[in-house]
């Protein structure tokens, strides 16, 4: 059974700090990209960053600086530390596990809420 779950969300104040985490199970977990997403009220999903298996990286538009993706392969788990929060930074933050070749079936996790809200 495959499962992907987030945690560490909450109500942060402006210029604070998260780390959100995602730890999976059900799946070979090296065949796997593991993603952050996140969703405002009103708006698409938009990408905010990627861990390959291997070590590397990438970061959606806009996102590079404050929001620091790590990946612990040996507990099948990814982070994204989140610096600087900014009210516009509200969302709701997802984890997804996307296979990264074949068929490349999608996982996503239930997501986490984060409030940047003095």
């Known amino acids: 059974q495959v499962q992907v779950v987030e945690s560490g969300g909450g109500l942060v104040q402006p210029g604070g700090s998260l780390r959100l985490s995602c730890a999976a199970s059900g799946f070979t977990w090296s065949e796997y990209v593991m993603s952050w997403y996140r969703q405002a009220p009103g708006k698409e999903r938009e990408l905010v960053a990627s861990?390959?298996?291997?070590?590397?990286?990438t970061y959606g538009d806009s996102m590079k600086g404050r929001f620091i993706i790590s990946r612990d392969n040996s507990q099948r788990s990814v982070y994204l530390q989140v610096n600087s929060l900014k009210p516009e930074d509200t969302a709701v933050y997802y984890c997804?596990?996307?296979?990264?070749?074949?068929?490349?079936?999608?996982?996503w996790g239930q997501g986490t809420q984060v409030t940047v809200s003095s």
């Open positions: 997804n596990a996307r296979q990264r070749v074949g068929p490349q079936i999608n996982y």
């Open positions: 861990s390959f298996y291997g070590g590397y990286k």
